[in-house]
């Protein structure tokens, strides 16, 4: 299942930021708004701050705030490759990706930010997908978000968020597929497996080298298919070819077809999403081939889409974030919750990519929670808040609120932790049902609750047959107030 949840995708091309926003929950996104703006900029050495206020001021723009932002990177700056690790089991398999992965790279290893996708067994061997993103790359683009004051809570590809997007709302399919995403200036060519990435790649010629050359563009996605088909070893053939980003026309479908032997599909995916014919029609100009299906591509897989990639460049996988909180890690209790609940929804709605990452974990649980004896044998600092440790975890708060207001009786449409210090309510729930007498079945259950303390005073509004409802929820420890939101 999909968070629910406004989410924002940030993409820095060139001179230009784009910021999207959508409303995730369902089998495809919502584009509720996007924003671009071009760096203004004479000397090159002003380039990292003009971008960051170019970037700020579209930020500051926007109408709808997103729960939290991710970054979408260009695939052009990273390095893919296949690889055959003789074991099965995932822990197993993640424990040697690293070690596998490093004599087939031209580059040290150290500076690139990995993540692994494991795609298919085999004889007793696992096939992974182990991708990697340079970190002077990445660490430019972090710094010009950084200095826009923006926080981002995780890092995807455009090639990766592209596929996600294209397996939006479709049927699961078996085999191998194959799909282009053009995009301006460059594509990428992705291969999908029974659902998961296989592989991609990042190809030079955008829209405008098919336009004027798409014989060579055809050769050179031919090229890339036969080059993995010849390494691949779990079976499967592709069937046709999908074309994103624009629409082929037919004398160019034709040449694709003639040179890959295969059927080909083309389609421009933001005309298929709700809100893309509305971006559409406000602004042409900056509706380029696939402009903005890769953040909102970014941001659907950020909420539990198909594909995820995320490339965490401190160092700390999402999931340590829930597990493994220790106070050498939580100084800011704002941040920890804003992270704690992205990432715990996260894995609460079964992400299947993230359940590979939760293998790794178990390799450093050991030295954690000796990290963290050390730590409480030498006791935490006079400034260091530790209400944050007594309280439950976010699992165990978002399992007693899925169990005490099951979708049967109402729709639960925003759940909300707020830091310590918030005299407006610990917990912010919000929903809606098409019928007043769950409102009070609810309110008795929540009432029962050994997790949390809640306001007996909602706030609760009709329209029509609908209503709408919010709920305060404060600890244990603490009083709820007598008023109202």
């Not at 406004?6 to 959508?22: F, M, S």
């Not at 997908?129 to 683009?141: F, I, M, S, T, Y």
């Not at 509004?461 to 709920?471: D, M, N, P």
Request: aromatic content about 6%; charged content about 20%.
């Amino acid at each position: 299942m999909l968070l629910s949840a406004k989410l924002g995708a940030i993409e820095i091309v060139g001179h230009t930021v784009r910021v999207a926003v959508v409303k995730t929950g369902g089998r495809k996104p919502v584009l509720l708004e996007v924003r671009e703006r071009t760096a203004q900029f004479a000397d090159p050495e002003d380039r990292i701050a003009a971008l960051a206020q170019a970037l700020g001021e579209a930020v500051d723009s926007l109408k709808h705030t997103p729960a939290v932002f991710i970054l979408c990177a260009n695939a052009m700056h990273s390095v893919v490759r296949s690889i055959t690790i003789p074991m099965r089991g995932r822990k197993r398999v993640l424990a040697a990706a690293r070690f596998e992965l490093e004599p087939h790279l031209a580059i040290p290893i150290d500076e690139l930010l990995l993540d692994f996708n494991l795609v298919a067994e085999v004889d007793g061997e696992t096939e992974v997908l182990a991708v990697g993103v340079r970190r002077n790359h990445l660490d430019e683009q972090l710094a010009i978000v950084a200095a826009a004051g923006v926080e981002v809570e995780a890092v995807n590809l455009d090639a990766v968020a592209l596929t996600g997007l294209w397996q939006a709302g479709r049927k699961a399919q078996k085999g191998l597929e194959a799909v282009l995403h053009v995009r301006g200036q460059s594509a990428s060519l992705a291969v999908v497996f029974n659902g998961t990435i296989a592989y991609f790649r990042s190809l030079g010629a955008g829209a405008e080298a098919l336009a004027s050359s798409p014989g060579a563009v055809a050769r050179e996605v031919q090229n890339t298919l036969r080059a993995f088909l010849a390494k691949w070893r779990a079976g499967g053939e592709i069937a046709a070819l999908d074309v994103t980003g624009i629409e082929l026309s037919p004398a160019e479908a034709d040449v694709f077809s003639e040179a890959l032997r295969l059927p080909v599909r083309s389609r421009v995916m933001l005309r298929e999403i709700a809100g893309g014919a509305r971006a559409l029609e406000a602004d042409p100009a900056s509706c380029g081939p696939n402009a903005w299906e890769a953040a909102a591509g970014a941001a659907f897989a950020g909420a539990g889409g198909v594909l995820a990639l995320n490339f965490n460049p401190s160092g700390r996988s999402p999931a340590r974030l829930l597990r493994d909180v220790a106070p050498h890690v939580v100084y800011s209790s704002g941040f920890a919750l804003v992270a704690l609940l992205l990432w715990g929804l996260y894995y609460y709605f079964e992400v299947n990519h993230f359940k590979a990452q939760t293998a790794q974990i178990q390799l450093e649980i050991d030295q954690l929670r000796k990290e963290i004896e050390e730590l409480a044998g030498k006791g935490l600092g006079e400034n260091v808040d530790v209400n944050l440790f007594r309280d439950p975890p976010v699992l165990d708060i978002l399992a007693d609120i899925s169990a005490r207001m099951p979708e049967s009786a109402v729709l639960v449409t925003s759940v909300k932790l707020q830091p310590p210090e918030m005299q407006s309510g610990w917990v912010l729930i919000e929903g809606k049902t098409t019928n007043a007498e769950n409102v009070g079945v609810v309110k008795d259950a929540l009432a029962q609750s050994a997790v949390f303390a809640v306001d007996p005073n909602f706030r609760q509004s009709a329209e029509g047959s609908e209503v709408t409802f919010g709920i305060r929820a404060f600890r244990r420890t603490g009083e709820a107030s007598d008023g109202n939101e």
